[in-house]
């Protein structure tokens, strides 16, 4: 799907990129679950060797996630997006139904009134706080919930909940019925149950 479809990410700001693409966070997120499957199923109780991996995976899984927050702040940063954050939004209403592109109004009447380029600044700044906290492991407790509603956000706004709204079924993301945001909320909430549950993971970095 990523080599296919996605053309592994591109980079296309102009276009509407402004993320890598769709499979590597189906790919986290699909080892994430994964892993926790397996801390909540070990195989060999007690065995200090066998508890170790699955973090091991989850710390790996983490750094990966890091990384894709940071190839997302990289296009944030981009001058062109920077510049055109109300297009995109404008962009996204086309087909949607009127209660959507009501909410969606709503987003774009906001963040016109406090400045459109600040705003697309702020995002590129959360972005690549949000990697460098998933990298390093620092302020993971507060982050982790800020960048799952972030998510959300972005979601139910430039990717208008992932829902099919023109006549053809396309979500504006070939390929993507979803959408790749609500994948992110979803690594999200798998890291801050395999951080928390059933005992703390250490933040390795």
């Known amino acids: 799907m990523w080599v296919g479809i996605s053309h592994t990410g591109g980079f296309d700001t102009a276009a509407g990129q402004t993320d890598p693409g769709i499979a590597p966070p189906y790919l986290i997120m699909l080892i994430i679950t994964f892993v926790c499957w397996r801390i909540t199923h070990p195989t060999a109780a007690g065995n200090a060797a066998a508890d170790e991996h699955p973090q091991l995976w989850i710390y790996a899984m983490r750094l990966a996630f890091g990384f894709l927050w940071a190839w997302d702040a990289l296009f944030k940063w981009h001058p062109y997006y920077l510049t055109h954050l109300v297009g995109y939004l404008t962009a ?86 979803l959408g790749n945001a609500v994948i992110y909320a979803l690594i999200f909430l798998g890291l801050m149950a395999a951080y928390r549950w059933p005992k703390p993971l250490q933040a390795r970095g």
């Open 92 to 177: 996204s209403q086309q087909g949607e139904p009127a209660w959507l592109a009501t909410y969606t109004q709503a987003w774009i009447d906001i963040i016109t009134a406090m400045n459109p380029v600040f705003i697309a600044v702020l995002a590129a700044l959360l972005e690549a706080i949000l990697a460098w906290s998933l990298i390093t492991g620092r302020f993971l407790r507060v982050l982790m919930p800020t960048g799952f509603v972030y998510s959300l956000v972005i979601w139910s706004t430039a990717e208008g909940f992932g829902g099919p709204y023109s006549a053809m079924g396309q979500t504006g993301m070939t390929g993507n019925m």
